[in-house]
């Protein structure tokens, strides 16, 4: 009588395939974790550039009504902190005349023209933290602006129907002089 073998995996086989399997399952759950938080950063970037966007776009037309810099601004699930730096400029020109005329064109001015900067931050309530670091999500918008120049046509019309709007309107002329 002839015994056939018979096909099929022995103890050693199983294992071998078990650890196989476990090692598969790892090496998936780790990239998938590692695509889920580089997602959930990006998000937290790209959160950090269009609450930058939207508070230089309210810088420019309305300053006063900008949130109180001590307190989180709310976008998402998330918190963000910022900064906002307004500096002087000054143009140097090739091939300048020597008058001290500093307008181009028809007569605007170079020397009212500031450098905005706007730093936002994810917040340390939200895992990032209180002061900025480059080190967590975060945008920073700079901006050439002429102060008397309105960002859309309402903005005029919006300053002059506040209460003490004209006051504000010569306030800014005045200080441009000095």
């Known amino acids: 009588m002839h015994l056939q073998a018979r096909r099929g995996l022995t103890f050693l086989e199983a294992i071998l395939a078990v650890v196989l399997l ?3 399952t790892v090496t998936l759950s ?3 974790s590692f695509m889920s938080q580089s997602q959930r950063r990006m998000d ?3 959160g950090a550039a269009e609450l930058a966007n939207r508070l230089i776009l309210q810088y420019m037309d309305e300053r006063d009504s900008l949130p109180d810099r001590s307190l989180p601004i709310e976008y998402d699930m998330d918190r ?3 900064t906002l730096e307004e500096s002087a400029v000054k143009f140097e020109f090739d091939n300048q ?3 001290d005329n500093n ?5 605007v001015s170079l020397n009212r023209i500031k450098l905005i900067t706007i730093k936002v931050w994810l917040g340390a309530d939200s895992g990032g933290s209180r002061t ?4 967590v999500p975060n945008s920073i918008i700079t901006r050439l ?3 008397l120049a309105f960002n859309n046509p309402d903005s005029l019309e919006t300053l002059l129907q506040q209460e003490g709007g004209i006051e504000k309107l010569f306030q800014s002329l005045l200080d441009l002089e000095n």
């Open 97 to 99: 005349r020597d008058d």
């Open 145 to 147: 602006i002429d102060p």
């Open 22 to 24: 476990a090692m598969v």
């Open 132 to 135: 900025y670091t480059g080190s």
């Open 44 to 46: 937290q970037r790209l």
């Open 103 to 107: 307008n181009v064109g028809n007569g």
């Open 30 to 32: 780790s990239a998938v």
């Open 80 to 82: 963000y902190r910022w």
